[in-house]
């Protein structure tokens, strides 16, 4: 049971590279969920995904896309990457509202140069 | 809208002391909760303990308890006995009944030092 997994750890990108972010959970959860984290502000919601086919938008999607193709996993996009994009980028999973826990995991830092 | 405010950037607790972390919230909610994480420098999200707005005791996990006043609308972390491995980063969040519980809203954190 491996939880929450995110591929990459690590990327740097240049200026308009694009890339996506993968986000798997073997846990059966229904919801997943994007953040980026910068220094002295939390964690800011992105994307998140309350069932397999559905996406929406979060408190700073600008930049992004998103796709939940398969119930397991959950992608971010960047299009055309911008150094306000240099974050680390958190994947969460939980099973459904209420008093569900949000599953984190480990984590992309990703450099925009 | 749902709301999220740590006051203190950084707090420093002596091994074996207890400390508390301040929390407070704002939200239209009539139903919500309220969360705490930690996160330590390998920088990994760990849930740690978790308060109902309808709870009528307030929630303990081993050294960690939160002190729910809910007219003050404050939610903090206590822990007692610290140790050195709880150095990191603190987390208050919460979601509510507005949002279908679905959205975790999160404040800017705590970083606390643990000193021998």
């Known amino acids: 049971n491996a939880g929450v997994t995110q591929t990459p750890k690590f990327r740097v990108l240049k200026t308009g590279q694009s890339m996506t972010l993968l986000c798997a959970q073997d846990m059966n959860h229904e919801y997943m969920y994007w953040y980026r984290q910068d220094p002295g502000m939390g964690l800011r919601l992105i994307h998140y995904s309350v069932g397999e086919g559905t996406t929406a938008k979060g408190e700073v999607p600008d930049g992004y896309n998103v796709s939940r193709l398969k119930k397991q996993n959950f992608l971010l996009g960047l299009e055309s990457a911008a150094p306000s994009q240099t974050s680390v980028y958190f994947c969460a999973s939980q099973t459904s509202g209420g008093t569900d826990t949000q599953y984190f995991g480990p984590g992309t830092r990703l450099t925009v140069l | ?116």
Do not use: H
């Open chain 2, 1 to 116: 809208a749902q709301k999220i405010t740590q006051t203190q950037p950084g707090m420093f607790v002596q091994e074996k002391e207890a400390v508390t972390l301040d929390c407070t919230y704002d939200t239209s909610d009539p139903s919500y909760g309220l969360f705490w994480y930690k996160q330590p420098s390998s920088g990994e999200m760990i849930f740690l303990i978790y308060q109902g707005s309808y709870d009528q005791q307030n929630a303990t996990e081993g050294r960690y308890s939160l002190n729910f006043q809910k007219a003050r609308k404050s939610a903090n972390l206590v822990i007692s006995a610290s140790q050195l491995g709880d150095s990191a980063m603190y987390f208050c969040a919460m979601r509510g009944w507005n949002t279908g519980f679905q959205k975790l809203v999160f404040g800017t954190g705590t970083r606390l030092l643990v000193s021998p």
